[in-house]
């Protein structure tokens, strides 16, 4: 396969106006150790390959995209995900190692083997994923070579490294970190993530690992991760496309437990921590959010008055993905009227002469049109700010939904006509 | 409602690169006279209202848009369409006359008593659309006003105004023209049609007209329209967005008639004309795209091998609607692994390592990878031309589609980051 080169985008090194202000400091959690390197598999001055190794007995479980076009990484982890144990977990950016045939499959064993017998734990103990472009082969040897030299120089500190090295198109690490309380014993909840475009619902290119030192079985964990990725990750969209290789982690250490073990959803010992993993997802979604290619500004849609939640969820999604919603925000303008449209076109219940929106704390609508003493001028004025957020009541019921997005500008165009990174 | 004053896009005054070498002269239709004015709704120095008056006997039928929000006009299209005869269409420009409450129902009814009262027909025999902005009240008074000077100008050779007239974005007016024969009798089929954003399937904030001067019965002319734009209109895209307004109506004077009136679908003497009016809708259809806001491509998709028809289509609008992919378009880019990835994500059957994607005449992907010998720099040549094919077999069965859109451009965000026209 010959192909042109091509400049990377990625180095223009700009930071999006919307990152937080400081990237926070994760604290060691006991049973991993982690850290990252340069393999050299595609980007030139900068890590590509992080390895997280976990103690023995810590158990993993998993959501991974719903792409019917999936990478060899994604497939590898939805069978080792049935172990539901995790002893070593091996991310590279830069290729994705998606629609590669069996060549690619391949390349997954070949690491997998690798790093089972550098670990010293079975293979489906082994956790990988791949970001990056789609469709060349994965040179896998690169992985294989570098990773005794990485194992070596794995420690509990490694949290921003590991973050830095997964980034792809990402202008900054994203990282959380939350503690919680379960049955009087305090345990921590740590995260990564990547993100930028593809971002959609129903995962997105966005890979998310989460690790907590509790004691959880795996059944239980992904019960807790499924409920948390809804609101959080499945909730968010930047440019609609989902990607072929979405993937989010939760790992348990298990090195602070209580007695009885939780087994069930319900326990009320894991509200504390519930929020925790919670918050943790929402937070690394949001910044995922924040960091949208070409983002300029960070938009939360509350949808209200749908038919069902899942209703709500679809008008939001709607007002969310819509081009010509995403562009008025670009520009600041108060657009209501493609609120109305993107409502119209979500295919849900909704009762167009009760229709309520709100930019801000201005309701604008009321009783099917515009109220008569709408004065545009703060509301344009609010539209310059760089967190905005629409209100809308379908007025047909009591479902409702958050969604969060980004607008659509000049960036977005600039760094997507001309990537291959 | 107070709203600041904001500059209109529109009058920038640059032809899409894509627009047709000529506008077609379409010829006189016995039965229907037509003609446009300047009545002073909003723009500046251009035409915005037009009038078209058919003889009595002329019956009609039409496709409306799904919106859950649709406007006030087309309420009143749909209700107006179960009587099957029409005299008179007047269409505004610039302002919608969308979410606009009980004043916009108001609008209407005012338009068509005029017209009514001034043609001397039936009230359900008169049709009304308004394209343009959405939210604000229609000064229906001046088309009222306006509707006798119009009345005293209008003509047989009024096609070209009046394709102008009903212009908002477009930045030219849309035309086509075709004729058939019916048992051995000539007929014409004549279009006009506007479009620009939010143009999507399920019908977009596009308006057209086609007329002829067959003698066709109301309820056979609905089946042969529904048919015609479920593969012209309904397979186009600009920006996946569906609008409050959208409208194509079928107008048939009745001057030519052949004996006895066919009444079936099935009829053999309506193969030429069922040619025709597919024609002329797919040359409104496609010249909607090529006036995509900021289209710098045109883009024909074949989607082959989906499980039926409609998941075809399903997978060419995922592709067509991507962000991903238009923005790869509009950067010259082979991106093939981004087709990858909306085929994935459109949620129908397709076999990732049966997958074949073709770009010109170029196939790329067999058996789940890349073909080795690919060489990326003719593909990339191609991708520098202004008319771009993709072709994609998802190796499951026997289901076809072609959709049409065009790439994603900054074009696209300027027009739509200030847009109030």
């Known amino acids: 396969m010959k192909r042109p080169r091509r400049r990377n985008n990625h180095v223009a090194g700009q930071v999006s106006p919307l990152a937080p202000g400081r990237t926070p400091d994760l604290p060691p959690i006991d049973g991993v150790r982690l850290g990252a390197l340069a393999s050299g598999l595609r980007y030139r001055g900068r890590t590509d390959l992080m390895l ?7 158990r993993v479980a998993g959501v991974l995209t719903k792409s019917l076009t999936a990478a060899a990484p994604i497939e590898w982890c939805r069978e080792a995900l049935s172990g539901g144990q995790a002893r070593g977990l091996i991310v590279n950016s830069g290729n994705a190692n998606a629609f590669t045939g069996s060549a690619g499959v391949g390349a997954v064993a070949k690491t997998v083997d690798a790093a089972a017998a550098l670990i010293g734990c079975e293979r489906d103990q082994i ?36 973050a830095r090295a997964i980034m ?43 690790v907590t030192d509790a004691t959880l079985p795996a059944p239980l964990m992904q019960a807790m991760l499924k409920s948390s990725v809804d609101r959080s990750f499945n909730a968010i969209t930047v ?14 250490t298990g090195k602070v437990s209580v007695e009885p073990v939780p087994t069930e ?40 008055g749908a038919a069902s939640k899942r209703a709500a969820r679809r008008i939001g999604f ?29 295919g849900e219940k909704a009762d167009r002469d009760k229709l309520r929106i709100k930019i801000g704390q201005t309701l604008i609508t009321e009783g099917g049109m515009v109220r008569p003493d709408y004065d545009e001028a703060p509301v344009a004025d609010y539209m310059r700010g760089q967190d905005i957020t629409f209100e809308v ?24 006509a001309d990537y291959r990174s």
């Open 52 to 58: 997280a190794e976990f103690d023995p007995g810590t």
């Open 393 to 416: 009541d379908v007025g047909v019921g009591r479902g409702r939904a958050t969604v969060w997005t980004c607008d659509l500008t000049h960036g977005y165009i600039e760094i997507n």
């Open 239 to 252: 440019d609609s496309d989902t990607s072929t290789s979405d993937t989010v982690l939760l790992f348990a």
């Open 127 to 162: 956790f990988v994923s791949s970001t990056g472009v789609i469709g060349e082969p994965l040179p896998q040897e690169k992985i294989v070579e570098s990773l005794p030299g990485l194992r070596g120089r794995i420690s509990a500190d490694g949290w921003d490294e590991a």
């Open 265 to 304: 959803f319900s326990d009320r010992r894991l509200k504390g921590f519930r929020a925790a993993l919670d918050a943790v997802c929402l937070d690394l979604a949001h910044q995922i959010v924040r960091d949208g290619e070409g983002a300029s500004k960070f938009v939360s849609i509350n949808v209200t």
């Open 318 to 346: 709607a007002i969310a993905n819509s081009p010509l919603v995403k562009t008025a925000i670009a520009g600041g303008d108060p657009n209501w009227g493609r609120i109305v449209m993107a409502v119209g076109k979500a």
């Open 168 to 210: 792809t198109t990402d202008t900054f690490p994203k990282l959380a970190a939350r503690s919680a309380t379960i049955d009087g014993r305090s345990v921590k909840v740590n995260g990564i993530a990547k993100g930028s475009g593809m971002i959609a619902p129903d995962m997105a290119t966005m890979l998310a690992y989460v």
